[in-house]
């Protein structure tokens, strides 16, 4: 018994975890006694630190090994503020506030260099607990700790061991709803495609800094909230409750159930706490157990519990048939809408490499509604010129403008938002991801939605969402690979590949595309259909550059020819005039084969 | 104040050689290798053992912290790194950490948390030095850093095997087409930082006693010297090292020494914000 | 004349794409084997396969008559050189470094790296000029020639050069031949991947023809008798007017 795609798609699969936390929740009304509850709790907390993690680590690729210490912020804050009087809704808000704030300080540093600096960052905050609570002994305690924490109230009403108990799961059910509305929105696709591919996320006008940051701030928030719920739990906060061990014990829960899953955070904390954190007889070996499981899990287990069960529901439990929006598009295509394009217009552009001039001095010009083509040798600065023009390189001369635009020097993101559109020589295509998901990707900062509205599934979000769909299956369509809509993007053929990201460059509606080799590694029918596509986007016209070394494609696609050689414009015309200009021979065949070519036009 | 210097570069020269050992293992096999401030607290229980129960010399003490240091760095590279080549840096992070907590947890499981006292360097009076006063197994830790750091420098700039792996790692394919094995880089990057580091576990030992979580702070010190010193950069990574740990002894003089890692970590965050290449590091461009 | 290096129903890609189809050529030594074909036709991995950059999904590569089938850090060590597309030297390091660097495979065997270096500047003096300078800081011409240099260093048997005219001026372009055509004289066997033809059919001695993966033709220059077939693989039939 298999379900449809469009039972998989449709059903809300999301009833299932939220009953399993609600019968979680309903546990000590089932007759479940106080030693469980206790471990529930534990397995709650754990849970929330390590979901928080898996947003940073596994869907936005950074390792913060600091959960801890924010978790430690939430509780010492939470606990002041309790023994001062205010009740559990205001000091958990408080413990969350917090746990953003240490999440700014430290992530804006820390995002700075290279993968690893997080990672030390985070972990020298952890090390770095202890002086900060002797430092704010007033508040904190010192060493001797935060004893005195009262009971729990909820607006004036103090909360029993079940009802605290239902407080605690409630909470764990919230942030898990949270976070997991956010990875399935638009963000969650984001933050994919900007962890395979930080160069193809800066194409599709995202800004890297901004989306890792948000990503680890939003990490730090469970965990805060954790925090004020472990001050209640324990009625005493101490430093020893955070250190390194836990750190490690955080990482390796969410390695174990899965990094880059929601539900997988449940998993991971389950099997710890019932395993190695709760066995006594392993408490003096916990730490190499620990270190064990990271080598293991770091070295075997990808994708953790999380990463099996996937994969086995998707080979046993899933038919492979197509979406209802995918058949209609199928049986009529819908038409491919007009092409806003504007005239790109390149001045003057100079580009040095150390010793080298990769371009020296480079005029193009594209219109709307044309295909201009961009040939030359291999090293004549035609990659340069695409990366020139499309912000990933800064030229040290000229101006580039699009409309009436001046572009210049913008960086990619920002290229790429002011209508500039590309594909690459070895097609980006990031992996788990459909094919759907991946054309949707480059609506992101088409139609901005914000985290928020994200997380809470607003109608902004679903509206955006829904023409996010609409958008790529008309895109698919019109590009003759509708029928891979719901497939995985990274199983497809070379062809369909370099097809699939000419989709999803027009799907940010660009006023240029640029299209870098499209021909490639392409067999013959594959040619022929990139061909049929390019011309009739020119018709719907977009103004299209193409850098491409096969020829007779060229020669039947543009409406003119840019010739570059050693970083200048040799010729530019029409097909047939660049193919016999003399020079342009010269420059792929060398001085001998030119004067061939001219004794040849003379004879005639 | 000059007792203060003294103790400033006695502990930063600490931070430098742990820096040294980053950029070695970076330089060879672009790896960050987590656990490489750990190989001091083995060192550090190594010499703990071969001074209370074997009663070895010092100099032959060293020879075999080198030499379990070097075992312990090869079985690092082979069983934890090598089988993720060419699978993201983040993996490699996961794996090293995990090597960082299986020595400290199993130091923690054999000796216990309690520091213990070595028995090298341990009854010397302080000597007088340029109006400080300074312990001499301090002056030997200062010169040693300082030797290493120019020798490792020196070594890698002037050396076959140095160029090599300055070369693999601007570009290892290219490398591999003059003949370069990368692989046996690696491993004997780890050999060598291991061995270095575990080395100097005696002299580390006899200031800060052996105890299972020595490497925890030291990585991250040695990660700020790194920072300030630019990745890859030997004088960076001496420089640094000398400035975290002067910065480390004044705050804690004149602040208290609860300050003392504090403003360490502010320096990492106003070095990250402000020259995240370091002083020394090279800005790397990417394209497409 | 023995043959140097002999490939047989080669296979080459990456993954499922397969760019080389089953490609066999002989290269002799003392000969210069010219193997031209446009961008795209797989030149580079016909190369990079040789070597062993890329794993041969099908076929056979012989230096000397001995398979070889090992990492590419031992086919260097048996004799094999090749000059990467892109004046890829060592930019990073010095020239003298990038020479040193060049004779790694030689470093233990007495003398052999300074000699190499001394017949290094003796063939490209520009580069003792530079000795001290960064890679980075030579013009393309002096990067190329310091590339050739670099794989000349461990006196290899078999040399395989990609598109060495990548990039550069056509003055440059006709000094790099000169020296490319230098180099057979001492019985070293050449495989030089081109896409100007006039340059490459000046030197070589064989030519074979590269499109889509397979050796389209593969006869003595001197009886090759017209560009036509060579000028269509890369422009396209002649357009009607």
């Known amino acids: 018994m298999k379900l449809s795609m469009r039972t998989y798609k449709r059903f809300p699969f999301w009833i299932i975890p939220l009953a399993i936390g609600l019968v979680v929740m309903a546990l000590p009304f089932m007759g479940a006694n106080r030693g469980t509850l206790r471990l529930v709790i534990s397995i709650a907390l754990l849970a929330l630190l390590v979901v928080g993690l898996n947003i940073a680590f596994g869907y936005a690729g950074e390792l913060a090994l600091g959960q801890s210490a924010i978790y430690a912020a939430g509780a010492y804050f939470a606990g002041y503020f309790a023994i001062k009087g205010l009740d559990l809704p205001l000091t958990l808000v408080i413990a969350v506030i917090a746990a953003a704030a240490v999440g700014l300080l430290t992530g804006g540093p820390g995002l700075r260099l290279g993968s690893w600096s997080l990672g030390m960052v985070t972990f020298f905050l952890v090390l770095l607990l202890p002086d900060i609570v002797t430092l704010f002994g007033d508040y904190t305690g010192g060493t001797a700790g935060l004893s005195g924490i009262p009971l729990p109230s909820l607006f004036g009403q103090k909360l029993n061991n079940t009802t605290f108990y239902v407080f605690v799961i409630a909470i764990t059910i919230l942030f898990f709803a949270l976070l997991r509305n956010y990875v399935v929105s638009r963000h969650g696709t984001a933050l994919k495609v900007m962890r395979e591919s930080p160069v193809l996320a800066r194409s599709l006008g995202y800004s890297i800094p901004r989306l890792k940051l948000t990503a680890y701030v939003i990490s730090a928030l469970p965990a805060g909230a954790a925090g004020s719920l472990f001050a209640y739990q324990d009625g005493y906060v101490s430093d020893v409750s955070f250190g390194f061990s836990m750190a490690v014990a955080i990482l390796a829960a969410s390695i174990i159930g899965g990094s880059a899953s929601i539900y997988g955070a449940a998993f991971g904390a389950a099997i710890l706490v019932i395993g190695p954190l709760r066995a006594s007889a392993l408490q003096d070996w916990s730490l190499p157990f620990f270190g064990l499981l990271l080598i293991v899990g770091g070295l075997f287990f990808a994708g953790g519990v999380a990463g099996l069960l996937t994969r086995l529901i998707h080979s046993r439990f899933l038919k492979d048939d197509l979406m209802p929006d995918v058949l209609a598009a199928l049986e009529s295509p819908p038409p491919l809408p007009a092409i806003d394009g504007k005239t790109l217009k390149g001045v003057g552009i100079v580009k040095r490499f150390g010793g080298n001039v990769a371009l020296a001095g480079v005029d193009l010009e594209a219109r709307p509604g044309r295909v201009t083509a961009l040939i030359g040798p291999n090293g004549s600065g035609k990659t340069t010129l695409l990366n020139v023009i499309s912000g990933f390189l800064k030229p040290e001369e000229g101006t580039v403008m699009l409309g009436d635009r001046d572009i210049t020097g913008l960086k990619a993101h920002q290229a790429s938002r002011s209508g500039i559109s590309r594909t690459f020589q070895t097609p980006q295509i990031p992996q788990g991801l459909t094919v759907a998901e991946v054309v949707e990707s480059a609506r992101f900062r088409t139609e901005p939605t914000s985290v928020i509205s994200g997380m809470l599934t607003l109608p902004g979000t679903r509206r955006a969402m829904r023409r996010d769909r609409e958008a790529a299956i008309q895109l698919l369509s019109v590009m003759g690979i509708v029928e891979y809509a719901d497939r995985q993007a990274d199983e497809l053929p070379l062809g369909t590949r370099r097809v699939l990201e000419v989709a999803r460059a027009l799907a940010s509606e660009p006023a240029l595309l640029l299209l870098d080799e499209p021909a490639s590694g392409l067999d013959e029918q594959e040619v022929e259909a990139l061909a049929v596509v390019i011309r009739r986007l020119r018709d719907a016209g977009a103004t299209i550059v193409i850098v491409e070394h096969n020829f007779e494609l060229v020669m039947r696609i543009s409406d003119r020819i840019d010739v570059l050689h050693l970083g200048g414009m040799i010729a530019g015309g029409t097909p047939a005039e660049v193919r016999n200009d003399p020079a342009v021979i010269e420059s792929y065949l060398g001085k001998a084969a030119r004067e061939r070519a001219e004794a040849a036009e003379e004879k005639k | 104040m000059i007792t203060t210097i003294w103790a400033g570069l006695s502990v930063g020269a600490i931070y430098a050689i742990v820096a040294v050992g980053y950029n070695i293992v970076y330089i060879a096999s672009r790896v960050f290798n987590f656990a490489q401030a750990q190989f001091v607290m083995i060192g550090a229980f190594v010499a703990l053992q071969a001074g209370s129960v074997l009663n070895l010399p010092l100099w032959v003490t060293i020879l075999l912290c080198a030499l379990v240091g070097a075992v312990i760095g090869a079985l690092e590279e082979f069983l934890a790194i090598r089988w993720l080549r060419g699978r993201g840096a983040h993996n490699e992070l996961v794996t090293t950490l995990g090597v960082a907590t299986l020595l400290s947890g199993l130091a923690l499981v054999l000796f216990g948390s309690e520091p213990n006292r070595i028995s090298y360097f341990s009854d010397q009076a302080p000597l007088d030095l340029l109006g400080g006063r300074v312990l001499f197994v301090e002056v030997l830790t200062i010169l040693g850093a300082i030797v290493i750091a120019v020798a490792v420098g020196v070594i890698t700039k002037r050396t076959m095997i140095g160029l090599a792996s300055l070369a693999t790692s601007e570009d290892r394919e290219a490398g591999a087409l003059r003949g370069i094995n990368a692989g046996w880089l690696a491993i004997g990057a780890f050999v060598l930082a291991g061995a270095l580091l575990a080395a100097l576990g005696p002299l580390v030992g006899a200031k800060t006693f052996a105890v299972f979580n020595l490497g925890d702070l030291l990585a991250v010190k040695a990660f700020v010297a790194l920072a300030i010193g630019g990745f890859g950069s030997y004088k960076g990574a001496a420089i640094g090292g000398f400035v975290v740990g002067l910065v480390e002894v004044f705050s804690a003089r004149f602040l208290g020494s609860e300050w003392q890692n504090i403003t360490v970590f502010v320096l990492l965050l106003l070095v990250l914000l402000i020259i995240p290449n370091g002083v020394f590091g090279r800005a790397t461009g990417r394209t497409v | ?241």
């Open chain 3, 1 to 241: 004349m023995t043959d140097a290096l002999v490939i047989t129903d080669l296979v080459a890609g990456y993954g499922q794409l397969k760019i080389v189809r089953g490609l066999s050529l002989t290269c002799r030594s003392g000969e210069l084997t010219v193997l031209l074909g446009r961008n795209g036709a797989g030149k580079t991995t016909t190369l990079s396969t040789i070597a062993g950059l890329l794993p041969a999904l099908g076929g056979e590569v012989s230096l000397h008559g001995v398979p070889q089938r090992g990492s590419t850090v031992s086919r260097i060590k048996s004799g094999l050189g090749l000059v990467q597309e892109g004046k890829r030297v060592f930019r990073a390091r010095t020239v003298e470094e990038n020479l040193k660097l060049g004779g790694y495979t030689v470093r233990r065997k007495r003398g052999a790296i300074d000699e190499g270096i001394v017949r290094a500047y003796e063939r490209f003096p520009i580069l003792k000029d530079k000795r001290h300078q960064l890679a980075s800081a030579l013009s393309g011409g002096q990067q190329q020639m310091l590339a050739i240099a670099q794989a000349l260093m461990p006196q290899p048997t078999v040399l395989m050069l990609d598109e060495p005219s990548a990039g550069l001026a056509p003055s440059i372009v006709e000094e790099v031949f000169g020296e490319i055509a230098s180099l057979t004289r001492d019985g070293l066997c050449v495989l030089l991947v081109e896409q100007l033809i006039d340059h490459s059919l000046a030197v070589a001695d064989r030519v074979a023809v590269l499109d889509h993966g397979r050796i389209t033709i593969d006869t003595e220059v001197s009886k090759l008798g017209s560009w036509d077939t060579l000028r269509e693989s890369y422009l396209g039939a002649p357009v009607a007017e």
